[in-house]
């Protein structure tokens, strides 16, 4: 057990819907970290939060969005669904947002989109 | 761009073979590496990492990575493995682009390990 936390693990929906995923990261962590993981693109970073702000974006489609609030608990929410979204999507959190602080991922929510 | 290559998709072993995973990346500068590992239905745990120093890196369970900077490489190595070691092995990178850590990965290696 990593520390994170991630809700829900699995979640069923429809094309052209939203949805939202949490993650908590461990207790004492500021930073938070969501990674995509589908068959054909591999571990793909998302976004960076720390201490409530953005830090850094990666391959974050504008149909999705992400905050960090303030008791750290951040959500990852993906809009306007699309068959493609299809993948297990990780939350990892680390004490600092400097890469010398290891992350620890959390289990995922497989994300299914029909 | 940095980016992160696994040469082998899918390894099959018999156990007490050895294991030796590549990975290579693109970035010319300081690097830092990790190797990860997730274990079915589990999450990413981190098995070594590089920063600086020794470039022979040991970590859990018997895992250790060579940094070889001329070659741009990082690979995995366990001189015996076990039926527990069956799990999926990703090679990172840490994002060089300003001091966030945010991960590179590679598409990640399946082991297979026989009884």
Redesign the interface.
């Known amino acids: 057990d ?1 520390g ?1 936390t991630q809700t829900p693990k699995h979640l069923i929906t429809a094309t052209g819907q939203r949805v939202t995923l949490r993650c908590s990261p461990r207790s004492g962590d500021l ?1 938070v ?1 969501w ?1 995509q993981q589908s068959l054909d693109q ?4 998302l976004i ?1 939060y720390y201490n409530g702000e953005e ?2 974006k ?1 391959n974050i489609l504008e149909r999705f969005s992400a905050q960090q609030f303030p008791d750290l608990h951040s959500e990852l929410n993906l809009s306007s669904l699309e068959l493609g979204d299809s993948a297990l999507y ?1 939350c ?1 959190s ?1 004490l ?8 620890f ?4 929510t497989r994300l299914t989109v029909l | 761009a940095q980016s992160v290559s696994q040469h082998n998709h899918h390894v099959i072993l018999s156990e007490a073979a050895s294991l030796e995973l590549g990975c290579n990346y693109s970035y010319g500068g300081t690097v830092n590496l990790f190797w990860y590992v997730q274990y079915p239905g589990q999450h990413l745990q981190l098995l070594l990492k590089y920063f600086s120093g020794d470039p022979l890196v040991k970590g859990i369970k018997g895992f250790e990575a060579e940094f070889i900077k001329s070659k741009f490489s990082f690979n995995l190595r366990k001189p015996s493995v076990q039926w527990s070691d069956t799990a999926e092995y990703f090679c990172a990178v840490a994002n060089y682009g300003g001091s966030q850590g945010n991960l590179i990965f590679g598409k990640g290696t399946k082991l297979s390990v026989k009884p």
């Open positions: 990593s994170v930073s970290y990674y591999g571990l793909q970073f960076q830090r850094a990666g990780f990892a680390s600092r947002d400097s890469k010398v602080y290891e992350q991922f959390g289990p995922g």
